[in-house]
């Protein structure tokens, strides 16, 4: 079964039809919402809102470690995340959607790890590929499928937010190397491979970053919002084709 985790812009899935609802704890407290089992297109898929059903919690205030126990728990293998950014590289315009490949962190605070003392005890993992190749290239195939063209690969600088970057911070993340930035996009991936799941990111450009193209004055949020619900029906013709490929 497909674990789809849903960001800005995907409170929920069209076309869902939900067989169960299911409020679940953790011992590392409340995922950010109920689960939703349900069938997508003949497919059994588990759906969890990141940002909580009602689009509340922001970035920094996610349980990420609740969130990735509670889908492991039901015995889910492979994972994907859908998430928003801003668009670093100037060709990856606002409406494209990508599948990245490499991630930097600059977040802080956040609860990165399951591998506590008090906990799982000290373990280090291998996190050169933060994306699982073969779910990679499941959500390319899926897009092909779908008839969506999508950019293949990308840096992803994952930001603490809530607030954007400035115009600077933009600058030196694209120094860093960064295609794109979001802020979402760790501790996820790093407590999926703890977990040992294969987890992949579908992406939206919902704006230039920051100082950039159209953005160089600023960004401007209502467009940003509806470039990014408009993105989203194409994801999820993706969705639609990943839970066939993934099987039930
Ligand atoms: N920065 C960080 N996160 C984002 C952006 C951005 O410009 N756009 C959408 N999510």
Redesign the pocket.
């Known amino acids: 079964m497909l674990a789809i985790i849903g960001g ?1 812009g995907l409170a929920g899935l069209h076309g869902l039809v939900v067989n169960r609802r299911q409020t679940v704890s953790t011992p590392y407290g409340e995922p950010s919402s109920e689960l939703v089992f349900g069938n997508l297109a003949g497919h059994d898929v588990l759906f969890l809102a990141r940002h909580g059903t009602g689009h509340t919690i922001p970035p920094h205030q996610i349980n990420y470690r609740a969130n990735i126990w509670a889908l492991n728990a039901q015995g889910v293998k492979s994972m994907v995340a859908i ?4 668009g670093i590289r100037g060709d990856l315009a606002p409406g494209l959607i990508s599948i990245p490949d490499q991630i930097l962190d600059y977040t802080h605070g956040r609860e990165a790890t399951f591998f506590t003392q008090e906990d799982r005890g000290l373990r280090h993992i291998d996190f050169t590929m933060p994306y699982c190749g073969q779910m990679r290239t499941a959500c390319l195939a899926a897009a092909e499928d779908a008839g969506v063209s999508v950019f293949d690969g990308g840096t992803y600088a994952t ?1 603490q ?1 809530p607030r ?2 400035t115009a600077a911070e933009i600058i030196r993340l694209e120094r860093d190397g960064a295609d794109m ?3 979402t996009g760790m501790p996820e991936a790093v407590l999926a491979r703890e977990l040992d799941l294969s987890y992949a990111a579908i992406v939206v ?3 230039h ?2 100082g950039k193209a159209s ?1 160089r004055h600023g ?1 401007a949020m209502e467009e ?1 919002k509806k470039v ?1 619900h408009k993105a989203m029906d194409k994801v999820q013709l993706i969705l639609v084709k990943l839970a066939a490929r993934d099987g039930d």
């Open positions: 800005s998430a928003t950014v801003g930001t937010g954007l970057e930035v979001g802020m450009t919902a704006n970053a920051a953005s960004i940003m990014m």
